[in-house]
């Protein structure tokens, strides 16, 4: 199964600013795809990430807080703009394989 | 959307086998996972089942569906303390995950 690189695997920022996690996929994946998981909860998806096209945002999440780039079919970046206390969560990155959807390990963010 | 539910905790003695059931609505769904996370850590793939089959073996692992009901469960055998985790149930259908808000197995001397 494909193998997913997530960096930084945590992190604390200060409100207000911007921090940008990058998934790199040890094959070519056509779909990758970016959760959060808020304390406690189960996973939510945040938009769906192909290469040379604009992400597909999921409902409740938009372009200008959370841009996605997908330059090629081995990576993705996600960047967690103007952040505040409440995007603090895990974000998880994803690949979709034939043999199912691997994840990266996780980017714990805490925002202060 | 989809929906997909399961129990929030499963407390089960070292050496027995722990059933973790899970309920999903989209008729549509072709692949059905369940995941294990530990604390800390990431989603770990842990089997799958396609939605034509009703059950599927792998070691320890044995995934039984339901599709006339919707029903998902992951019975693992001879549970051992490294089994403590959260387990996810997914669905997917469109080529996106839905998630169920896991279930809390802890695993008991």
């Known amino acids: 199964s494909a193998v997913i690189s997530q960096k930084p695997s945590r992190d604390i920022c200060q409100r207000g600013t911007s921090l940008t996690i990058q998934c790199q996929v040890d094959?070519?994946?056509?779909?990758m795809f970016w959760y959060r998981q808020q304390p406690g909860q189960s996973l939510t998806l945040i938009a769906t990430a192909n290469q040379g096209s604009e992400a597909t945002y999921e409902s409740g999440f938009v372009i200008d807080k959370f841009p996605i780039s997908r330059p090629n079919l081995t990576f993705s970046t996600l960047t967690v703009s103007n952040m505040s206390p409440e995007d603090s969560s895990i974000y998880l990155c994803s690949a979709s394989k034939a043999e199912g959807y691997t994840f990266g390990s996780g980017t714990r963010l805490t925002v202060v | 959307g989809e929906d997909v539910e399961q129990s929030l905790f499963l407390s089960v003695r070292e050496g027995d086998s722990s059933v973790i059931n899970c309920t999903y609505t989209d008729s549509s769904s072709t692949y059905l996972y369940w995941y294990k996370q530990e604390p800390g850590a990431g989603l770990q793939l842990l089997t799958y089942i396609f939605s034509n089959m009703d059950m599927k073996q792998d070691q320890r692992l044995t995934v039984l569906l339901n599709k006339k009901d919707k029903h998902l469960s992951l019975r693992i055998a001879d549970t051992q303390t490294g089994d403590s985790a959260i387990y996810f149930c997914?669905?997917?259908?469109?080529?996106?995950?839905?998630f169920g808000a896991g279930t809390t197995v802890t695993v008991r001397a």
């Open positions: 094959s070519q994946v056509t779909m």
């Open positions: 997914a669905e997917s259908s469109d080529y996106k995950l839905s």
